[in-house]
């Protein structure tokens, strides 16, 4: 929420206004810094690297025209990606598209910097008493603070300030190629001499150029984060991607012809290029005795352009390092503008702190996010070279661009009748197919270019990782969740503890024995119950009008509440929601649960199933540990058996089964499908000697045979065993199981007792689901 309830964005942007955004973003300091830098790569192949990368760029452009047009929210890629693939996987999308656009705004201010600082200390003299690198710094933090105020004072003057300067970059840069063109014009020999060889590295310097130089594409994802303050969205901002994207690739193929042809190459320039040193960490390398044009280019770095065009326009350096102050600011201000909408529409979504979505009263912005961008774009300039900056920019955003042509593909399927589009992408679904291949080419082959780009992404990567699992992701489920689910009533036990088990109860007639296996878990781990019945509320009825669909509920928890023994506290409630599974992690999440444990019917209705609708839910989805209890047989077991190898989930199962035999006097065997080895052997000696410390006696037996459910199964009938108690297994991450193909299989098989355990592995979890979301084999959910 905002400080003011009811304020929300002005839209004042126009399609001028929006297009300059994105030109200014486009062009901004890339042109000016990257165009030394890719020629060092790719030589006079630039001119294809720039072409190639406006090509391939126009496949994404039309992905981000069409949805921009149809879903016109502040934060573009992250908002699609939600919408295509819920919230959890669209996290991993925000927090790359934040950090790509804080990390370009670095670029940008470091680029500013290094200008600044060459114009003190070359033309001026002043140094200020300050190391080159230091000034750079100071210069670049203090136009961070600068236009984060700029940014907070609204949109209309981020976009005032933003089309003054692109416009007058634009001018500036027309005359550089006018200039530059006249000047080969005047000189053919030597324009020819400096286009051979056309591909000095090959094609890998071509491909490192397009991926060095491809932030100077991704303007179009700046114009789309506008979309709720610009004026006729649907219309404009297909035009905005298209006008600005046409704009930048003519003007990066004419500079890359004029910075390759109009250079003569000087003494004056040879000795430049062998004694300036980059401000910016990206100085190439020494040059050869007898250098081309394009390896003193690579040497010059991000003053590459401005040396060039002191060679023909009158005070052609200075203007060019002028104009790329000038243009360097434009794409700050376009930077900051994106990442604070992105760390708006997280804030929006509840993955990061509701701070981050608040709107200011007066200045009509997204004020906190603003100031949280801009702290991040600062403190990337101060942390990381000019030349990693770039890297890792490029990185991040072809990563982001992977997920958001994928998405497009979801959201023409499954929602495309049901938006109002105002550009409808051609070619479908080819057009994001190819932006997709195009993309993870540039993506994989960067790391030739830059490892330490890659470093930097899958640090990023795994902070955020990190942030989701602390933070993010219990707020997800809490807050998505809580729009589904509704506690009618609740009656609390006076006595609380620490450890809490949330029984669902759905069947009457199993409810005794769920309930007496609850209480035996709660003794042992000094917990309490929590039951809870669960009534469901169609999809187009309101959460809020669920009482009409509680029928019985109340009376069966009323009943199995009867059966919860005296020296164990209960708590009840009965909810209403969407669907039984989702209520019931709705629930674990709500009341901090340590474990659930769900009755099981021993068999499947649907194929598409593991276990059930319900069960398959709350054990992919649920915070805490699972235990679902196939209740046949004696309803009072005795002899309990837990086949183990020492899986991820064996100490739990364990655990579990010590203490249905310690509270039932019962016998526990521990058993092993595999064949008799020493290391099998030790094994189960150290588990049962663990018992035994713990004062119960247990047997061991290790069956050799290839057929492992089956050797479990037989030996449970040929013994008496009561009860089968069994951790999950470790699956292949595409696979459709839940405990694990054993545990399934003697579980279904079994006439007696099963109780299939499995202890909570967040990250595991996590990641598990994202593979299966991607590329698994896909799943019918309730």
């Known amino acids: 929420m905002d400080e003011s309830e009811g304020t929300d964005f002005a839209r004042e942007l126009t399609l001028v206004d929006v297009t300059l955004i994105g030109v200014g973003a486009m062009i901004g300091g890339s042109i000016f810094v990257l165009s030394g830098l890719a020629a060092g790569e790719s030589g006079p192949a630039l001119i294809l690297a720039f072409a190639l990368n406006g090509f391939i760029t126009i496949f994404t452009g039309m992905v981000y025209a069409e949805l921009g047009s149809a879903i016109p929210e502040p934060g573009g890629g992250y908002l699609w990606v939600r919408t295509a693939l819920g919230r959890s996987q669209a996290f991993l999308s925000g927090w790359m598209s934040w950090f790509a656009h804080a990390v370009a705004g670095s670029l940008y201010i470091l680029s500013f910097g290094s200008f600044v600082t060459l114009i003190l200390t070359e033309y001026f003299g002043l140094a200020l008493g300050l190391a080159p690198a230091t000034l750079q710094q100071t210069f670049a933090v203090l136009a961070a603070v600068v236009f984060t105020y700029v940014n907070f004072r609204g949109a209309k003057e981020t976009s005032r300030a933003e089309n003054v300067v692109t416009t007058l970059q634009l001018l500036i840069i027309g005359v550089f190629i006018i200039a530059g063109v006249a000047s080969m014009v005047g000189q053919p020999q030597t324009v020819s001499t400096n286009f051979e060889p056309f591909f000095p590295n090959g094609a890998g310097g071509v491909f490192l150029a397009m991926g060095l130089t491809f932030i100077a594409f991704e303007g179009y994802e700046i114009i789309v984060q506008s979309g709720r303050e610009v004026v006729n969205p649907r219309e404009n901002i297909p035009k905005a991607v298209f006008y600005s994207m046409f704009v930048v690739v003519t003007i990066y193929i004419l500079v890359g012809v004029v910075l390759i042809g109009a250079v003569d190459l000087t003494p004056e320039l040879l000795d430049t290029a062998r004694t300036t040193e980059s401000i910016g960490g990206s100085t190439v390398g020494e040059l050869p005795p007898d250098p081309a044009v394009w390896q003193v280019l690579g040497n010059l770095g991000e003053f590459g352009l401005a040396q060039a065009a002191g060679q023909f326009l009158p ?68 942390a990381l070279p000019l030349a990693q900056v770039a890297a890792a920019t490029d990185l991040m955003f072809l990563l982001l661009f992977l997920q958001v042509n994928y998405s497009m593909i979801r959201i023409r399927r499954e929602y495309g009748d049901d938006l109002d589009y105002g550009y409808l992408s051609p070619y479908f679904p080819y ?281 479990i199964q037989n030996y449970a009938e040929s013994h008496d065993v009561d009860t089968i108690v069994m951790g999950a297994t470790r699956e292949g991450w595409l696979t459709r199981r839940v405990f694990g193909d054993i545990p399934e299989t003697v579980g279904e098989r079994f006439e007696g007792e099963v109780l299939l355990v499995r202890q909570h592995e967040p990250v595991r979890s996590i990641v598990r689901k994202w593979i299966l979301k991607w590329f698994g084999e896909r799943r019918i959910r309730p």
């Not at 979504?349 to 961008?373: G, M, N, W, Y």
């Open 431 to 711: 057009v994001p197919i190819v932006g997709i291949l195009t993309k993870l080419f540039l993506a994989v082959y960067f790391f030739n270019y830059s490892p330490l780009a890659w470093l930097l992404a899958v640090g990023w990567i795994l902070a955020g990782v990190g942030v989701f699992l602390g933070y993010s992701r219990g707020r997800i489920l809490r807050t998505e969740l809580a729009s589904e689910v509704r506690v009618l009533s609740e009656e609390w036990s006076p006595t609380e503890r620490p450890y809490r088990i949330l029984v669902p109860i759905a069947n009457p007639q199993t409810a005794p024995r769920l309930v007496h296996l609850a209480a035996t878990l709660a003794r042992e781990y000094n917990g309490e119950l929590h039951l809870t019945s669960v009534a469901t509320v169609p999809v187009q009825t309101p959460i809020e009008e669920g009482e009409q669909y509680v029928q019985n509920e109340r009376e069966v928890l009323r009943e199995a509440m009867q059966y919860v023994p005296k020296d164990v506290p209960a708590h009840r409630s009965v909810t209403v929601g969407r669907t039984p599974g989702r209520s019931i992690v709705s629930m674990a999440y709500r009341y901090d649960s340590d474990l659930v444990l769900l009755g099981w019917r021993g068999q499947r209705r649907r194929r598409e199933f593991v276990l059930g609708s319900t069960i398959d839910v709350v054990v992919e989805e649920a915070p805490c540990d699972i235990v679902v209890a196939k209740l046949t047989g004696t309803d009072r077991p005795r002899s309990v058996l837990l086949p183990t190898d020492g899986g991820p989930h064996a100490e739990r199962a364990e655990a579990i089964a010590a203490a249905f035999v310690e509270q039932r006097d019962g016998i526990l065997t521990l058993l092993t499908v595999a064949p008799e080895t020493e290391g099998s052997v030790s094994y189960l000696e150290s588990r049962r000697s663990g018992l035994t410390e713990e004062g119960l006696s247990a047997e061991t037996r290790i069956i050799d045979d290839s057929d492992v459910a089956s050797a």
């Open 315 to 382: 005070f052609g350096t200075l203007v060019i390092l002028i104009t790329g102050i000038l243009s360097s600011l434009a794409a700050l201000n376009a930077t900051t503008f994106s990442s604070s909408r992105v760390g708006y529409a997280m804030g929006h979504d509840k993955v990061f702190p509701d701070a981050f979505e608040r709107i200011h009263d007066e200045h009509q912005t997204p004020h906190v996010s603003i100031l949280f961008s801009g702290a991040l774009i600062a403190v990337m300039a101060v």
